[in-house]
């Protein structure tokens, strides 16, 4: 038997329901805010990847799908949405008319990462994206989308955490002083800490490593070393954030490595997730655009982890799985072949029915009608067709009346609709 490959996964009938469930809400949500979908590709070249996430990161260095194509080009399967979007954005001058621009998207990303509950190596995220704002109130309508999304999809404890990376005034300052206090503690990191502490000291922060969090629980903060514009900024984002009644707290180890990350950074962590509590990360990328050859353009955005989220959203079991609304017992070919055209002119009318299309006994049909649920059954055999009508029945109440078999799928369009009607 062929099984699927390590680390991916099939969503089955049963839980793509809730994926369905959790995209209505969020495209909804997000168009009420004015943001467009944009879909990219799932490949692009390896270039676009290596330059902007970088080479010195877990990502670009253990964990993409990169290949060469029968012509020798390095493509890769997208490990995260923001560079193509930014890719895309550049290519397309879409900054020519306005450079503001707000993106979502929503689709499946790539990584090599150890699997485990939680983390898998095809995943899905749902992406938004602010373009050519500068403002920190940017930030702040992300958060509260973040935070409105959490309270329609009924996510309980829910918490952000936010911090500021500064700038390229106020962070290499920040950078001396976190070195020398990681200097200090050097001796209780782990190798993978020891590696990056001189090229990418603000990785040390982020560390998992319980004996590295240990060791950097005094380190100092970044929001002690912000230049006048970046405090001020960070200022203006709790502020609003206070005003819009989201709660935070300010986490001085949210970092990214990356140095075209600017100022806010944030991340939105719920408990119902135990280990791996983050639902969605983000924050401001001012100088990516830049980076990737378009205009110096301000940026801000945030990836939701679609399947963490799918673990925690509880839907309704009703809206799980669909019922026929008819289920048509049909005996004989005769029968069959004119159920068949019900079925599908049913169908087209927005009516779901199932047939049999084994021609069993009606004793076996009216057991799968049963099981599947369907309100009415409406039964046709040689008889019937004798006498020009079939027998519907209502499954709950067991009342059976004659329906002529011309215009057939009319009147039982109407029983139907008039059964939801009475039903809603
Ligand atoms: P990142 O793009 O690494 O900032 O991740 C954003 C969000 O995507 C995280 O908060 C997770 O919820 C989710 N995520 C990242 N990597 C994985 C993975 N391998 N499997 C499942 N979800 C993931």
């Not at 353009?297 to 799985?321: C, M």
């Not at 019922?323 to 049913?346: N, R, T, V």
């Amino acid at each position: 038997m062929i099984q699927l490959i390590r680390g991916f996964k099939d969503i089955l009938p049963g839980e793509v329901e809730t994926w369905q469930h959790i995209e209505k809400i969020a495209r909804s949500l997000f168009e009420d805010f004015g943001f467009r979908e944009i879909r990219t590709p799932i490949m692009e070249r390896t270039e676009l990847f290596a330059r902007s996430i970088g080479e010195d990161t877990d990502i670009v260095e253990k964990e993409m799908y990169t290949f060469a194509d029968r012509k020798g080009d390095l493509i890769t399967l997208r490990p995260e949405a923001t560079a193509a979007i930014c890719r895309s954005y550049i290519q397309h001058k879409m900054y020519a008319d306005d450079p503001v621009k707000k993106f979502y998207t929503i689709g499946p990303m790539f990584r090599r990462e150890r699997p485990q509950k939680g983390r898998y190596r095809q995943f899905y995220q749902i992406n938004v994206e602010i373009l050519g704002v500068s403002s920190a109130l940017a930030d702040a309508e992300l958060i509260f989308l973040l935070k409105t999304l959490c309270e329609r999809l009924a996510v309980k404890d829910v918490e952000a955490r936010i911090n500021s990376l500064g700038c390229p005034q106020c962070r290499p300052g920040f950078k001396t002083r976190l070195q020398e206090y990681i200097a200090s503690v050097s001796d209780q990191l782990c190798t993978d800490c020891i590696r990056r502490k001189d090229r990418n000291p603000l990785r040390v922060l982020d560390c998992k490593v319980p004996t590295c969090r240990e060791a950097m629980t005094n380190a100092p903060s970044i929001l002690a070393c912000l230049c006048d514009v970046c405090d001020h900024e960070f200022t203006l984002l709790q502020s609003a954030l206070d005003r819009l009644n989201v709660p935070f707290v300010l986490d001085k180890r949210l970092v990214r490595g990356l140095d075209y990350y600017t100022r806010a950074t944030f991340e939105i962590q719920t408990r119902s997730l135990g280990a791996q509590s983050a639902v969605a990360g983000g924050g401001r990328y001012d100088a990516l655009v830049q980076l990737l050859g378009g205009p110096d353009i301000p940026a801000t955005g945030f990836a939701i982890g679609f399947d963490r989220l799918a673990e925690i959203v509880q839907i309704n079991r009703s809206e799980q799985k669909r019922k026929p609304d008819l289920y048509i017992a049909a005996m004989g070919g005769k029968s069959q072949a004119l159920a068949f055209g019900w079925l599908c002119e049913l169908g087209a009318k927005g009516f779901y029915a199932e047939i049999d299309f084994q021609d069993r006994s009606l004793k076996s049909q009216m057991k799968r009608a049963g099981r599947l649920e369907a309100p009415f059954v409406l039964m046709v055999g040689e008889n019937e067709l004798e006498k020009g009508f079939a027998i519907l029945r209502n499954m709950s109440t067991k009342d059976q009346e004659d329906v002529p078999l011309d215009e057939l799928v009319e009147s039982i369009s109407k029983r139907i609709k008039s059964y939801d009607d009475f039903n809603k």
